[in-house]
């Protein structure tokens, strides 16, 4: 459930859902730690007047002192330094009775230095603020010792060191508390007191380093969630509507603009997505528009073969069916022939996003495929395709070569659609002061009737009545796209005295 829940957040909103928990596991752990501190402090302290306590009963038994006012008093003259840094010390008999208190002698100060710190801080404290401190310490429920003691005697803890603790306004009070066997008699109580201040202070240290540690992490989260939202993710919500608005075709305007000039990985995100729409709009408009003009193209030779069928089957001269059987003969062939190179155009628009362009000869490519149109016609047609270059030895463009190869196929196979029997046709190559390289294809056919040679290069545009269904019309176009893929310019005009010339100009490397 938990796991759905999560899921169904937003990115920030799952962001800002961990950093709650890890946080509150945190304070959980925190909030441990603070309650186990206090009592560990406490122990260590405890300990010390363990020990102080039983140095003292040790002292007694040895020294064999009585447990009256007067020894003890001298006792405690003579021992003061079991009592370093401990806030007062209390003996008792075993009837309760106060026979010894550090607080009632005269002794060095320096014995007790942590009273005459106290001392020291109260002296430079204004007489209001001191007056207010025993208002409230009047105020303040003071726990009886003596009470305490009462307790203790009639508790199973008996033979086994108490403590207790006095939290006053000014003060933490830590007061261990032990019995005094001797020779299996109990003979009176000890009361260890000490100010416990720096407990207090160490826990309230932690608390304030804890509260201010809690709140820089909070105000960091809260300006990241800011920062994260604001450039990163907001960008990626505006990315997310530009898709749907492009993918329902909505004319609702979007800020794809303002994205693509960042200089950041979503910049570059936003560029390539537009980029790529674009693109697909591009394709998916030139796919429409090509099978518009498929649909166009095969639509003229379907009404003459109807129309042919129709008549043929009426008429009864041998020499007009045979007419009209060629009709539908040429009908047929024209619309394979369209189909075919349609297909086979889909397919070299789909393998060419695949291939990939490097350094090759052309030279080369174009001697390749003379000698091969040379073998076919010059024996079927007695056409010869002749090679010419202006000399140089560097004829290296960057291209993918099988395209080239077919550029210069469907170039040669249109001039010898053109050409008569027995005539030449020329391949020129020529190397440009500038590093461009030409590619002519020169025959001496009948030349273009069109006024405007840009035509020729339109898809599925043939000038040829007599001899339709040998051509698609795509041929040209083919090249054309070609030529426009490594970045050339093809342009297309009629010889002085006779036949046509194709222009390719491919740039320098």
Known sequence: MLRNFIKNLSILKKFLFINFIIFTIIMGFTFVYLNTI?????????????????NTTDHFQRLNINFNENDIRKFLFSTRFLFQNIERVLIFDDNLNLIGDTDTLDLDPRSFSQRLEIIETESIETKKEVEKKKENIKNEKKISINDILLNYTKSSELGNPYTFTQDNYDQFLLTTIQNVVYVEKNIGYIAITENANDIRTAINERKIFIIRTAFIVVLVILIFSFVLN????????????????????????????NLKNRNDEL???????????????????????????????????????????????????????????????????????????YSQMLKDEAAITQEKMKRIDLKNIAKSVVDDFNSIYKSKRGISVKLKTNGSKDYVIFGIEHRIEQILANLLENSISFSHDNEE??????????????????DQGEGFKESDTKRIFNRFYSNRPENFGEHSGLGLNIVKNLVDLHNGQ????????????????????
């Open 425 to 442: 046709i020329e391949v020129e190559i020529n190397k440009q002061k500038d590093g461009k390289i030409n590619l002519n294809v020169i």
């Open 230 to 257: 604001r450039y990163f993710l907001k960008p990626i919500k505006n990315l997310v509507s530009y898709t749907k608005i492009i993918k329902s075709e909505s004319k609702e305007k979007t800020n794809i603009e």
């Open 38 to 54: 206090q009592p560990n402090l406490i122990n260590k302290k405890v300990q010390n007047h363990i020990k102080i306590i039983n």
């Open 267 to 341: 910049g570059i995100l936003s560029n390539s997505l537009d980029e790529m729409t674009q693109e697909l709009h591009k394709k998916i408009s030139t796919a429409e528009n090509f099978s518009k003009d498929l649909v166009h193209e095969i639509r003229n030779p379907l009404a003459s073969l109807k129309s042919a069928s129709e008549i043929i089957s009426e008429t009864e001269n041998i020499d007009q069916r045979n007419k009209l059987i060629k009709i539908v003969s040429h009908d047929i062939e024209r619309i394979e022939r369209l189909i075919t190179d």
């Open 490 to 509: 093809i342009a297309a005009s009629n010889n002085i005295n006779k036949g046509a010339k194709i222009e390719i100009i491919f740039p320098k490397i």
